[in-house]
């Protein structure tokens, strides 16, 4: 069973930096990827960021894209989403989760990712 755990988000102000961890069990090691993605109230969830297990290939969702970053720790058990010049429209429920279909073209769709953690709110003010 794989298994998630997010943590790191709270309140910032608009121009702040956090970083969110995602803490993850052994069985990764057969994630293809691990993705972050977000969900504000009333919108769908959205694409934020993924990573591949193998090579570090990383990929951004546009509305974060330059701002963000998604990293692996070490050792290989935590994956890192810095989150930097936050703005107030970034404010949702963040999400880890785990691809391990192996499709690149689906990397950013979250139907493809089999497991999911329980989220971390991040709230931005202006």
């Known amino acids: 069973q794989v298994q998630l755990v997010e943590s790191g988000g709270g309140l910032a102000q608009a121009g702040d930096s956090l970083i969110l961890s995602c803490a993850t069990s052994?069985?990764?090691?057969?994630?293809?990827?691990i993705g972050w993605f977000r969900q504000a109230p009333g919108k769908e969830r959205e694409f934020v960021a993924a990573?591949?297990?193998?090579?570090?290939?990383?990929y951004y969702g546009e509305n974060v894209k330059g701002r963000f970053i998604i990293a692996i720790g070490d050792p290989r058990k935590k994956v890192y989403l810095q989150m930097n010049s936050l703005k107030p429209e970034d404010t949702a429920v963040y999400y880890c989760?785990?691809?391990?279909?192996?499709?690149?073209?689906?990397?950013?769709?979250?139907?493809?990712?089999?497991?999911w953690g329980q989220g971390t709110q991040v709230t931005v003010s202006s």
């Open positions: 989760a785990v691809d391990r279909n192996g499709i690149l073209s689906t990397i950013r769709d979250a139907k493809e990712y089999e497991y």
């Open positions: 990573i591949r297990w193998s090579g570090g290939y990383t």
């Open positions: 052994e069985l990764t090691f057969s994630a293809y990827a």
